[in-house]
């Protein structure tokens, strides 16, 4: 990934280490939240003095907050407004608190970012659409959007790719476009409802695109099967079928629809028109479906008219599983154990220095000492 120097320099001036301030920029942009190991696997150090410094350093200048949760064990928060502003990203809502599901999946996130840190990641909302809609000229309408509430003088406000997941680019081929890797997070749900929702969003955006990939990120392979072949049947198989076939559906469904033939639809036909509609629209295919339905289209030409503006594409499935998952239970364990190890190096620290640095400048809320959900 490629990390802007002046981002790492900013947070450096606060008092980090260049390693310290790249693990921080890490978390700010993909997750919220971490725990010690985090640290360990991205500066390669081993529990022990550095690790420890680093996280009373953290709580200490008020830059973090740790919370005890069930089944998730303690978890550190970057809250500071400091370090979010510093690197451009101050509306950034990882500094918000969120609920368990949220937390686990970020972490889950960050423990991909760092098991693949050569990617080059498309990291914020105007990366992605730099990329779609002025590299690869796709409208804004055919991207995952979500409204949101705004003030009186600013209306509602549209935001892209809210998710939030990994999304980075292979540019293996210098040839041709560079493929790009979407991905899902499943921090262990009881079922596949909200990746069939998830993909569903995206296949707008799929359907612009040329060859892509998706990666199902999980913490344990149970969904594995059942995600390839949820994401088989909504995304890879429609995409890489016989285009001129979808069509001609299409217009067998929207003309018995028109008719109001609706005894002759099932629940999965109007649904599938539904989606279709979408997909099929335009002045050409209404121009095909008026020439079709008065006969002077017949079935082969429309089949050869349609076939010829099929996109060639190949869209891949890979499910990536957290390696460490089965050690989950120990890494908890040794997490609370350095905190409470920072603490101690933290009330040893504020004896003789109750104030530090940036405290002598800084405001107390500009520090991000306090809860931001108060």
Same mark, same amino acid.
């Given at each position: 990934m490629n990390i802007d120097p002046e981002n790492i320099a900013a947070i450096v001036s606060l008092g980090y280490t260049q390693e310290e301030a790249r693990f921080l920029y890490l978390v700010a942009v993909h997750s919220g939240y971490f725990v010690p190991r985090h640290f360990l696997v991205s500066s390669g150090a081993k529990w022990g003095k550095r690790s420890t410094q680093f996280a009373a350093k953290l709580e200490s200048r008020g830059h973090v907050t740790w919370r005890e949760y069930d089944r998730t064990g303690g978890v550190y928060h970057l809250v500071s407004k400091t370090i979010y502003r510093r690197i451009g990203n101050e509306?950034?809502?990882?500094?918000?608190? &969120? !609920?368990?599901?949220?937390?686990?999946?970020?972490?889950?996130?960050?423990?991909? +970012?760092?098991?693949? @840190?050569?990617?080059?990641?498309?990291?914020?909302? *105007?990366?992605?659409?730099?990329?779609?809609?002025?590299?690869l000229g796709i409208l804004r309408t055919a991207l995952p959007a979500k409204s949101y509430e705004g003030s009186r003088l600013t209306g509602p406000a549209l935001r892209y790719f809210v998710?939030?997941?990994?999304?980075?680019?292979?540019?293996?081929?210098?040839?041709? !476009? @560079? +493929?790009?890797?979407?991905?899902? +997070?499943?921090p262990g749900q009881v079922n596949l409802a909200r990746f069939a929702?998830?993909? &569903?969003?995206?296949? @707008?955006?799929?359907? *612009?695109?040329?060859?892509f990939s998706f990666l199902y990120i999980a913490n344990s392979s149970a969904h594995s099967v059942r995600a390839e072949e949820c994401f088989s049947s909504v995304v890879k198989a429609p995409l890489e079928a016989d285009g !001129?076939?979808? +069509?001609?559906?299409y217009f067998q469904l929207r003309n018995a629809w028109e008719l109001k033939k609706y005894g002759s639809l099932s629940t999965n036909d109007i649904e599938w028109l539904k989606d279709a509609k979408q997909r099929f629209h335009g002045e050409r295919f209404d121009r095909w479906y008026q020439a079709w339905t008065s006969g002077a289209l017949a079935?082969?030409?429309?089949?050869?008219?349609?076939?010829?503006?099929? @996109? &060639?594409?190949?869209?891949t499935f890979r499910p990536w599983v957290l390696a460490? !998952?089965?050690?989950?239970?120990?890494?908890?364990? *040794?997490?609370?154990?350095? &905190?409470?190890e920072a603490n101690s190096a933290e009330r040893r620290t504020m004896k003789t220095k109750t104030t530090t640095q940036e405290d002598a400048t800084q405001t107390p809320d500009e520090a991000g000492g306090g809860d931001p959900a108060q």
């Open positions: 509306n950034l809502h990882n500094r918000l608190r &969120h !609920s368990i599901d949220f937390i686990r999946t970020r972490l889950l996130l960050l423990d991909f +970012v760092l098991a693949n @840190p050569s990617y080059a990641y498309l990291e914020t909302e *105007q990366d992605k659409l730099r990329f779609f809609c002025e590299e998710d939030r997941f990994p999304l980075f680019l292979d540019r293996t081929d210098s040839s041709l !476009s @560079p +493929v790009a890797t979407f991905s899902y +997070v499943d929702n998830h993909i &569903h969003a995206y296949l @707008p955006l799929f359907r *612009q695109l040329g060859d !001129s076939s979808e +069509v001609l559906r079935e082969r030409a429309l089949r050869n008219e349609s076939e010829q503006m099929r @996109p &060639h594409r190949k869209v460490a !998952s089965r050690n989950e239970d120990a890494l908890r364990r *040794q997490g609370t154990k350095l &905190h409470g």
